[in-house]
């Protein structure tokens, strides 16, 4: 698999390619949930002080509540999960580490950065769960953790299915768990990520995260979103059929659903780039592969006019 960065997202890119207007494009190329969570009114002290420790500690305690996180971990919060990516790599001499591809490429991407051998084998392992592209789910147990130094599970998508979540591991003193809002809640613009495990790692880590890791108001927003048990209720039904719904649409086209989750659907097709670029001249984003010219990912669209706007690019 290619060291560079690919992502999802990059809209930029495709608007000075294929023109039109950030408002005339649709973007399917990530994750995201394309209905947000609806930001509340942040008081203005918020803006203005620098995060206090009050409003972090009942984050935390939200957080930990709602991810059901075991008695004899702890938490953190970050700027976003890609903060907590970047500085795993230094928790342990460098050495090899375990990443089976495909997977979200910034895991590998930082740890090659550090200097580590990434490979199949190793004393670190980092799992996806559920994996990005494919939306595999990973059933492990304690035992299969006791083999390495280190065992990183990104949750970063796990939140529409908390029953597959591996949470339970993190009482594990080797397992770090990430958590984010920024694919279930949609609010990857807020930059809040956690890190859970045993409170040794847990300080560890946030020595090299540093002080004000997150703004005053991801504080505010983050423990409204995180509590806010009506929405994520009804968020998870609507994106469960969703899914399905984009399913039967991209089906009826001759392509073929290999996978996925409830928040973005994987499909094959004979040219995955044909695909992309016909629907970029409709202002519709969607994601391929540099490592497979078959493999083309689509988001769930927002309202009724994308759904619309995707189904008449398809008949195209």
């Known amino acids: 698999m290619s060291d560079a960065r690919d992502h999802g997202g990059g809209l930029d890119v495709a608007i000075s390619k294929y023109g039109g207007t950030r408002e005339q494009w649709i973007d399917l190329s990530t994750g995201i949930n394309p209905s947000s969570y609806t930001i509340p009114k942040i008081p203005k002290h918020f803006w203005n002080s620098l995060p206090d420790s009050k409003a972090q500690k009942e984050l935390l305690i939200q957080a930990s509540e709602f991810w ?33 591809s495909p997977t979200y490429n910034e895991h590998a991407a930082a740890f090659r950065s550090n200097g580590w051998e990434v490979g199949d084998a190793g004393n670190v392992q980092v799992i996806v769960n559920p994996n990005n592209p494919d939306g595999n789910y990973h059933l492990i147990s304690e035992k299969d953790t006791k083999n390495f130094d280190l065992n990183i ?23 770090i768990i990430l958590k984010g809002l920024g694919k279930f809640w949609g609010l990857a613009g807020l930059r809040l990520g956690f890190a859970i495990a045993s409170p040794e790692l847990i300080k560890t880590i946030i020595s090299h995260v540093g002080p004000w890791s997150i703004s005053g108001p991801a504080q505010f927003i983050g423990k409204a979103a995180l509590s806010d048990n009506n929405w994520i209720h009804n968020t998870r039904i609507r994106l469960k059929k969703d899914s399905v719904r984009l399913d039967k649409l991209i089906s009826s086209n001759n392509i073929k659903p290999i996978g996925g989750t409830d928040l973005f659907r994987l499909y094959k097709t004979t040219n995955a780039q044909k695909i992309q670029n016909k629907l970029a001249q409709n202002f519709i984003w969607s994601r391929v592969f540099p490592y497979s010219e078959n493999w083309l990912r689509l988001g769930i669209p927002g309202d009724q006019s994308e759904w619309e706007r995707l189904a008449k690019a398809l008949e195209e």
Do not use: T, W, Y
Request: overall charge negative; proline content about 7%.
């Open 68 to 100: 059901d996180v075991p008695n004899n971990s702890d938490i953190m919060a970050a700027s976003g999960v890609s903060q907590l990516i970047a500085v795993l790599p230094n928790l342990l001499p460098v050495n090899r580490v375990k990443i089976i």
């Open 153 to 175: 599970i990104d949750e970063s998508f796990c939140d529409i299915s908390p029953d597959k979540s591996l949470i339970h591991l993190a009482k594990q003193n080797n397992v």
